[in-house]
């Protein structure tokens, strides 16, 4: 069993900012990858960023300049810093992460509850 809880959205004013957390929990042989995604209303889920064990990173080229992912991997915990928020980023993100619960299965994808973010004009 893995648990990724989420904390951080809320409701903000265009040009402001958040953060948001995500903490990994329960059988964790090891992760490989953490990110996040986000589902606008109406809209399918997109990648918004990711970061590897190792601290490589990927952005959404309408995120790029703006958010910032970033990674604690003594706490299991993956961060998105977000700044100069725009009405269009307005959705729900949902942390995911790519873990191996034992030496002798390949990593899966679990996700978060989802956390809204609202951004106003």
């Known amino acids: 069993q893995v648990q990724l809880v989420e904390s951080g959205g809320g409701l903000v004013q265009a040009g402001g900012s958040l953060r948001l957390s995500c903490a990994a929990s329960?059988?964790?042989?090891?992760?490989?990858?953490m990110g996040w995604y986000r589902q606008p209303p109406g809209k399918q889920r997109e990648l918004v960023a990711s970061?590897?064990?190792?601290?490589?990173?990927n952005y959404a080229d309408s995120v790029k300049g703006r958010f910032t992912i970033s990674r604690d991997n003594a706490k299991n915990t993956v961060y998105l810093q977000m700044n100069s928020l725009k009405p269009e980023d307005t959705a729900v993100y949902y942390c995911?992460?790519?873990?191996?619960?034992?030496?002798?299965?390949?990593?899966?994808?679990?996700w978060g509850q989802g956390t809204q973010v609202t951004v106003s004009s």
């Open positions: 970061i590897t064990s190792g601290g490589s990173t």
């Open positions: 329960g059988s964790i042989f090891r992760i490989v990858a």
């Open positions: 995911n992460a790519h873990i191996v619960t034992s030496w002798v299965r390949p990593a899966s994808d679990y």
